[in-house]
Nanobody, 122 residues
Framework: QVQFVESGGGLVQPGGSLTLSCVVS????????MGWYRQPPGQQREWVAA???????TYADSVKGRFTISRDNAGNTLYLQMSSLQPQDTAVYYC????????????????WGQGTQVTVSS
């Protein structure tokens, strides 16, 4: 059974930082292209960042320079380091993975986590 389990969400003040983790089990993590999406309240889910099996990262313009996606293949874990957080970053954050990279970018990945809430507020 494949499982994607996110953690690390919470309440943070504007300008603060947070690191999300996504532990993957039941499949070969190193063969998966991975990504993060988020769904702000009352809005559609949107792509945040993606990372290839080789470690090449890409970002949405809204988070470029503030967020860093990374992966630990030995630990089967995907990370999202978030800094300079703003209220507009408030959302449920989801990790996702698929053997095919374009599926991660097009939100058609095979695997999804259950999400973790990030709230940026003073």
């Amino acid at each position: 059974q494949v499982q994607f389990v996110e953690s690390g969400g919470g309440l943070v003040q504007p300008g603060g930082s947070l690191t999300l983790s996504c532990v993957v089990s039941g499949t070969t993590f190193r063969t998966l292209e991975m990504g993060w999406y988020r769904q702000p309240p009352g809005q559609q889910r949107e792509w945040v960042a993606a990372i290839t099996t080789g470690g090449t990262a890409t970002y949405a313009d809204s988070v470029k320079g503030r967020f860093t996606i990374s992966r630990d293949n030995a630990g089967n874990t995907l990370y999202l380091q978030m800094s300079s957080l703003q209220p507009q970053d408030t959302a449920v954050y989801y990790c996702t993975g698929d053997p095919v990279y374009y599926r991660v970018l097009q939100e058609t990945s095979r695997y999804w986590g259950q999400g973790t809430q990030v709230t940026v507020s003073s």
